[in-house]
């Protein structure tokens, strides 16, 4: 997810090379996830990154 940014997102997919492979990968986006991203619109990265030492502590 920390590769994901704003121009790999297009309408209804996210159109992502894998770094590996060097193969193009696209995924079909829902309704909720559609609504979810464009909740977001506004910031520089399409979703919000969580610390891992805070996403650790949340798991505890």
Not at 11 to 33: F, H, P, R, W
């Amino acid at each position: 997810m920390l590769q994901l940014r704003r121009e790999h997102i297009k309408q209804e997919d996210i159109k992502l090379t894998i770094k590996k492979t060097k193969e193009v990968s696209i995924v079909a986006l829902n309704g909720y996830a559609v609504d979810i991203l464009n909740k977001y619109k506004d910031r520089l990265s399409p979703l919000p990154m969580i610390a891992n030492q805070n996403f650790n502590k949340y798991v505890k």
